[in-house]
């Protein structure tokens, strides 16, 4: 037997959350399974226990109807789920053959790839203006992959303090320019310049970093899986680099270089405010780093034409439950007014 269950996370702190869970009996015990995250919770009559759990008041719950965006019949949420599935590694004809089995969709692939496009283009639009608060200390690799019988480099360059991504180029060769535009692309984004770029021995980065870093920046070579940052190994890096299969599983059918610009930009946006990240204590980067961010998850790109494009203020609570190397934290999110981000 499967119910709803809200829960208020952090206790104490008015924010109810929704969950479907299940009733199983293990040794002779009553234990409450949890199935799936539902999303935050509209009901009231819900307070708080002495202990930090949940009493439910029997209050009515009215049922509402899905949000839909103008001209399209799929609810807003069923896009907004396909494109996270999407960007965490599934490809379309698996979350054709999901949606068809959950919801009853029957739709072809073209029309999964039509939101991809569509809403990938929105959630850079939306993210364009946000301006990462990171460290003085970056680092840079690549990666390579084979599409449509080309071979095609991905450029990454990650900040060791907050593993924020500021950024990720593509191109079909390995030389200094492509160094250089990474490092350019990196600098625009954090408004500043680093003061120390880890790279591997690769020669193009010499070039790349000298020329735009020029004097302001020291460049270090080695192998960057094993140099040592701020007294630690680069885990950071080799964290991002386990992540990297999701996004070829994501690239790999397609071999136009606009698709894969395109993608490999709605994947940042991704990693940076969607996908939860160890070394930042199981949140996104960008909630981690910042006092405002633009987006909390798919739903705020997938929204209906009309609603307001609101911001989000970012207030951490740390788990005391948790115990371990790494913190881990609970990311509350209230909606502000855009403005406020230009003014923070």
Same mark, same amino acid.
């Given at each position: 037997? @499967? ?38 919770? @509209? ?8 202990? =930090? ?27 907004? !789920? ?10 379309? /004809? ?6 068809? #089995? ?12 039509? &939101? ?31 599409? =449509? $019988? ?13 593993? %924020?991504?500021?950024? !990720?180029?593509? !191109? ?5 320019? +492509? ?13 500043? %310049? ?15 970093? $000298? /020329?735009? %870093?020029?004097? %302001? ?5 080695? =192998? ?6 701020? $007294? ?13 299969? #999701?996004?070829? *599983? ?16 709605? &994947? ?7 996908? #939860? ?22 739903? /705020?790109?997938?929204?209906?034409? $009309?609603?307001?494009?609101? +911001? ?19 990311? @509350?999110?209230?909606?502000?007014? *855009? ?6």
């Amino acid at each position: 037997m @499967s119910f709803i269950r809200a829960k208020e996370i952090p206790p104490g702190s008015g924010n109810w959350y929704d969950y479907e869970v299940e009733t199983v009996h293990e040794g002779g015990k009553v234990i409450q399974k949890h199935i799936r995250y539902i999303g935050k919770s @509209s009901r009231s009559g819900l307070r708080s226990a002495p202990s =930090g759990g949940m009493i439910n008041t029997p209050t009515p719950v009215r049922a509402t109807k899905p949000t839909r965006i103008h001209k399209m019949k799929t609810p807003a949420k069923l896009i907004a !789920s396909a494109m996270g599935m999407y960007y965490g590694g599934m490809s379309l /004809d698996a979350i054709q053959q999901q949606f068809k #089995q959950d919801h009853e969709l029957d739709m072809s692939e073209s029309n999964y790839w039509n &939101w991809v496009e569509r809403f990938t283009k929105e959630a850079v639009k939306r993210c364009k203006g946000f301006k990462p608060k990171v460290g003085d200390t970056w680092v840079a690799d690549e990666t390579y992959m084979k599409l =449509g $019988g080309r071979t095609v480099y991905f450029w990454d360059i990650i900040d060791s303090k907050t593993n %924020y991504l500021l950024a !990720s180029y593509v !191109s079909f060769t390995r030389g200094a320019r +492509d160094a250089r535009m990474l490092m350019r692309l990196a600098r625009v984004r954090a408004g500043k %310049y680093p003061r120390v770029v880890v790279t591997d021995k690769l020669a193009s980065y010499i070039s790349g970093v $000298g /020329d735009e %870093y020029a004097t %302001y920046t020291e460049h270090r070579q080695g =192998g960057p899986f094993k140099y040592k940052v701020s $007294g630690e190994s680069t885990a950071e890096i080799e964290r991002f680099h386990r992540t990297l299969e #999701q996004r070829t *599983k994501v690239f790999q059918k397609y071999d136009d270089i606009d698709t894969i610009k395109l993608l490999t930009d709605g &994947w940042l946006i991704n990693y940076n405010f969607f996908k #939860q990240n160890e070394g930042c204590g199981n949140i996104p980067p960008a909630q981690a780093m910042s006092e405002v961010v633009p987006l909390k998850d798919w739903n /705020d790109v997938v929204i209906p034409k $009309g609603t307001p494009d609101m +911001d989000y203020k970012v207030s951490l609570y740390r788990r005391r439950s948790v115990s371990g190397k790494y913190p881990v934290y609970d990311a @509350s999110l209230e909606p502000v007014e *855009k403005a406020s981000q230009e003014s923070a």
